[in-house]
């Protein structure tokens, strides 16, 4: 079985710009997480998403958002893009969205913002 | 607020060592405890994982040991190989109405010599 997806693995964008990122689950799961990765701040949590529906949201300005489709697919945004916004950026998708399940990650996208 | 504090943050040993990386919690409404091993330019991967209702849980060369009481959790790499070098994260989650998300400690990275 295929692993969590992500696309692309590199990026880079000037300030002020916008950005959309893409998550691919594993087959199966429907529940996608976001994570913000940086050697300051760590793992912080962006959102959750099951079922198309956004369940959680972490500690992030208006700037970050996301999406999930029909069919798990997961996407997020990040507008007006400051030099901080910096960051590798994971997905992480589950079969359910309660502890009861492991979450997977993805290789995620290296964001780099000039 | 640091939801999970990680020690130390680095770790060097020798091969054949046994490194030990522990983690303190206070919110005693988490019930699971995952840990992840991430490799330079990779995603976490899950390691291991418990649950609050035993003590320790042995996988391979990977132990997790569980101290309810004392709210806190550590992982022991038996036999420990220099492939083992990597930044390992414990995570905590609980249920409720942020289902789904991981509070990340801040990583330990560790370098095991040949």
């Known amino acids: 079985k295929a692993g969590v997806t992500q696309t692309p693995r590199y990026l880079i964008k000037t300030r002020g710009q916008q950005v959309t990122l893409s998550c691919s689950p594993i087959?199966?799961?429907?529940?996608v997480s976001w994570y913000q990765q940086t050697p300051g701040q760590g793992l912080q949590f962006l959102f959750e998403?099951?079922?198309?529906?956004?369940?959680n949201k972490g500690n992030f300005p208006g700037r970050f958002s996301g999406r999930q489709f029909s069919n798990s697919r997961s996407e997020m945004n990040v507008s007006t893009l400051e030099l901080g916004d910096s960051a590798l950026y994971l997905c992480?998708?589950?079969?359910?969205?309660?502890?009861?399940?492991?979450?997977?990650f993805g290789p995620g996208t290296r964001l780099t913002v000039t | 607020q640091q939801q999970v504090k990680q020690s130390p943050q680095s770790l060097i040993v020798q091969k054949g060592g046994i490194p030990i990386i522990n983690c303190a919690y206070e919110?005693?409404?988490?019930?699971?405890f995952p840990w992840y091993q991430q490799f330079p330019g990779k995603g976490p991967a899950l390691l291991i994982a418990?649950?609050?209702?035993?003590s320790e849980k042995k996988e391979g060369r990977f132990t997790i040991s569980f101290n309810k009481s004392a709210k806190q959790f550590s992982l022991h790499i038996m036999d420990s190989q220099p492939g083992d070098s990597a930044t390992y994260f414990c995570?905590?989650?609980?249920?409720?109405?942020?289902?789904?998300?991981?509070?990340f400690g801040r990583g330990t990275q560790l370098t095991v010599w040949p």
């Open positions: 919110n005693t409404a988490f019930d699971y």
């Open positions: 087959s199966g799961h429907r529940s």
């Open positions: 418990i649950r609050p209702d035993v």
């Open positions: 998403y099951f079922s198309e529906t956004q369940r």
């Open positions: 995570a905590a989650s609980r249920r409720g109405s942020t289902l789904g998300r991981l509070y």
């Open positions: 992480a998708s589950s079969l359910g969205w309660d502890s009861s399940y492991e979450q997977y």
